[in-house]
């Protein structure tokens, strides 16, 4: 194998204060809670220290996007469509800086997100920016809902915000964003964009701190849509608490994808499809493939040349670009991977992984596959949220079908076959909100993105994203 010499990105891009306060009403202003240390999970350095809203400054956030409503609403939409017009210009011309603060905060390639989360993000804001002043033509109306409330998980710190700011901007509202716990910088960082922009204050407001500020963003009687990515278990909280308040309610939850590889499938093709599935973003994704169903007769040779394919992966410091494999995101996170992966032993299944040397400093998980797992093995049903791959066999496509909708989530699939119609009968059969053909976690602003059963409900993303911030 290639030694690669390193390619650190620098870090002087990106200008770290030692402290961040809360963003309400266009300004930066003190929380009322005890600050929190966001830390690297790649060296467990301390980046900053971050305030936390308590429930009076939750008010005053949402009180600020009260008043802001009013006029923003009010604008034409051309005019709204300018300013998200503008973010989105902004981001490119900063993506350098919001990629290496995203892989510092986060433990994630610069790869991915230089390549693929940054891009994205400004994508969403240009999309949603050409809605705007279209609105009657998606057939929900144009009247928007008010106040946003909005819930954002670790994985995909600046991906998320945007997949919730851009189409609630764009239909009027104004939003009360709370970022994760563990990686709140690119949100603070898009609160410098927003300012830049001279986005009107009160608009978009952000609030940082732990479950308890989400909660009170979540139970606030002024807010009238709550948005919220995250944890089946988090969800179903949400869901009761917003259960008879007239709150509008989008949930984006947990997902235990199946990975479907037929036996005419294109071999070195799907190899890179379940590397990409599972092992992007160290399996810090709500959709990975985490599930990899292959046809019992090509299942040897494919383990195989997968195998040999994790063992060219290469692990270690997030800000080199030839890193594969990042840091886990946090020390709680990585507990429990290690607590699934060791129960998937205990109960019979055979782990593997590539001979991988793991830094002494930071949260570290070497890329893992089981085999021998049956359908009642933990780690086939519950979401393990790492870089973990479940491997299980099948015969029929029937079969494959029983199989992979043999789990209470339903949020992805991916099916590898080189027949049109087999894609299509499986696409029909399965219940997933996202089935991928020959190929995996490919995400476009146009394309909507949701799931069924406990991975939730409602779509973001494309004109269906505009459904959930209008008054329908």
């Known amino acids: 194998m290639f030694e690669y010499a390193p390619a650190p990105e620098s870090r002087d891009v990106v200008d770290l204060r030692s402290s961040y306060g809360l963003f309400i009403n266009g300004e930066f202003v003190d929380g009322?809670?005890?600050?929190?240390?966001?830390?690297?999970?790649?060296?467990?350095?301390?980046?900053?220290?971050?305030?936390?809203?308590?429930?009076?400054?939750?008010?005053?956030?949402?009180?600020a996007a009260r008043t802001a409503f009013d006029g923003w609403s009010a604008l034409p939409g051309a005019e709204r469509a300018k300013y998200l017009f503008r973010i989105a210009r902004i981001i490119q011309e900063r993506a350098r800086e919001l990629a290496v603060l995203e892989s510092l905060d986060n433990g994630k390639p610069i790869?991915?997100?230089?390549?693929?989360?940054?891009?994205?993000?400004?994508?969403?804001?240009?999309?949603?920016?050409?809605?705007?002043?279209?609105?009657?033509?998606?057939?929900?109306?144009?009247?928007?809902?008010?106040?946003?409330?909005?819930?954002?998980?670790?994985?995909?710190?600046?991906?998320?915000?945007?997949?919730?700011?851009?189409?609630?901007?764009?239909?009027?509202?104004?939003?009360?964003?709370?970022?994760?716990?563990?990686?709140?910088?690119?949100a603070l960082l898009f609160a410098e964009i927003?300012?830049?922009?001279?986005?009107?204050?009160?608009?978009?407001?952000?609030?940082?701190?732990?479950?308890?500020?989400?909660?009170?963003?979540?139970a606030h009687p002024d807010v009238n849509k709550v948005a919220f990515t995250g944890s089946t278990e988090v969800g179903r909280r949400i869901a009761r608490a917003v259960a008879g308040t007239g709150k509008k309610l989008t949930l984006e939850l947990g997902g235990k994808a199946a990975?479907?590889?037929?036996?005419?499938?294109?071999?070195?093709?799907?190899v890179e499809g379940i590397v990409n599935g599972i092992f992007f973003n160290q399996g810090h994704v709500c959709c990975a493939g985490s599930r990899l169903l292959v046809q019992e007769s090509i299942a040897e040779e494919l383990l195989e040349a997968l195998?040999?394919?994790?063992?060219?992966?290469?692990?270690?410091?997030?800000?080199?670009?030839?890193?594969?494999?990042?840091?886990?995101?946090?020390?709680?996170?990585?507990?429990?991977?290690?607590?699934?992966?060791?129960?998937?032993?205990a109960e019979g299944a055979e782990?593997?992984?590539?001979?991988?040397?793991?830094?002494?400093?930071?949260?570290?998980?070497?890329?893992t596959l089981f085999t021998g797992v049956a359908q009642s093995h933990s780690i086939a049903r519950e979401e393990i949220f790492g870089p973990v791959l479940s491997v299980l066999t099948f015969r029929t496509p029937a079969e494959a079908v029983e199989k992979a909708n043999n789990t209470p989530y339903g949020l992805s699939a991916g099916v590898?076959?080189?027949?049109?119609?087999?894609?299509?009968?499986?696409?029909?059969?399965?219940?997933?909100?996202?089935?991928w053909a020959n190929t995996f976690n490919k995400f476009d602003p146009t394309s909507p993105?949701?799931?069924?059963?406990?991975?939730?409900?409602?779509?973001?993303?494309?004109?269906?994203?505009?459904?959930?911030?209008?008054?329908?």
């Open 32 to 63: 009322s809670g005890p600050s929190f240390k966001t830390v690297n999970p790649a060296t467990e350095e301390t980046l900053a220290e971050v305030a936390t809203a308590s429930a009076e400054d939750v008010d005053r956030a949402v009180r």
């Open 111 to 186: 790869r991915e997100s230089r390549d693929v989360d940054v891009p994205l993000v400004a994508a969403h804001f240009f999309y949603y920016a050409g809605w705007a002043d279209k609105l009657r033509y998606a057939g929900f109306g144009t009247k928007p809902l008010g106040v946003a409330g909005q819930v954002i998980p670790w994985n995909f710190p600046l991906l998320m915000l945007a997949w919730k700011i851009a189409p609630a901007l764009a239909c009027g509202n104004t939003v009360v964003l709370k970022p994760a716990e563990t990686t709140p910088l690119t």
């Open 194 to 218: 927003c300012r830049q922009a001279d986005l009107p204050p009160g608009v978009v407001n952000i609030v940082t701190g732990a479950g308890e500020t989400g909660a009170a963003v979540v």
């Open 259 to 270: 990975n479907i590889v037929f036996d005419d499938a294109a071999l070195d093709q799907a």
């Open 307 to 345: 195998k040999r394919r994790l063992g060219s992966l290469r692990l270690g410091d997030p800000l080199d670009k030839n890193t594969d494999i990042g840091a886990i995101n946090s020390a709680e996170q990585l507990a429990k991977i290690r607590r699934l992966s060791d129960l998937g032993e």
């Open 351 to 367: 782990r593997w992984s590539p001979a991988c040397r793991l830094p002494e400093q930071g949260y570290w998980f070497p890329p």
């Open 416 to 435: 590898w076959t080189e027949k049109g119609s087999r894609i299509l009968w499986m696409a029909d059969k399965l219940r997933a909100g996202v089935v």
């Open 449 to 472: 993105f949701g799931g069924y059963k406990e991975s939730g409900y409602g779509r973001e993303g494309g004109l269906a994203g505009l459904e959930a911030y209008l008054d329908v």
